[in-house]
């Protein structure tokens, strides 16, 4: 499987971005999706996540209240709504997917290594 991400951009304190990850290749296959960050010298860090469905989400402390992950499963696409923006958000933001997931999942995915797909990242610049 491939993911796309793309939406990423500069914007200043305050602002809203929302990132987009397509999926394609095996896309019959249920997949949990998740959104990492990364700025230099630091580890991927857990954003947000989703279960296959969309019915179940999670956040790091540090975004909750003011970034949204959805999905849309037709389009084979997550999404990261991201608002009230504040430098510290600056990063490369990576998508995720881990795909065999069963109808009735509801788990959501907050280490990097549940995942074993990974989009090329989308750079998040955050101007104060």
């Known amino acids: 499987v491939q993911l796309q991400a793309s939406g990423g951009g500069l914007v200043q304190a305050g602002g809203s971005l929302r990132l987009s990850c397509t999926i394609s290749?095996?896309?019959?296959?249920?997949?949990?999706g998740g959104w990492f960050r990364q700025t230099p010298g630091k580890e991927r860090e857990f954003v947000a996540g989703?279960?296959?469905?969309?019915?179940?989400?999670q956040y790091a402390d540090s975004v909750k209240g003011r970034f949204t992950i959805s999905r849309d499963n037709a389009k084979k696409s997550v999404y990261l709504q991201m608002t009230g923006l504040k430098p510290e958000d600056t990063a490369v933001y990576f998508c995720?997917?881990?795909?065999?997931?069963?109808?009735?999942?509801?788990?959501?995915?907050?280490?990097?290594?549940?995942?074993?797909?990974w989009g090329q990242g989308t750079l998040v610049t955050v101007s104060s």
């Open positions: 995720a997917a881990r795909g065999g997931q069963i109808l009735s999942s509801t788990v959501v995915y907050l280490r990097s290594d549940d995942y074993g797909s």
């Open positions: 989703i279960n296959w469905s969309g019915s179940t989400t």
């Open positions: 290749g095996r896309t019959n296959v249920r997949y949990a």
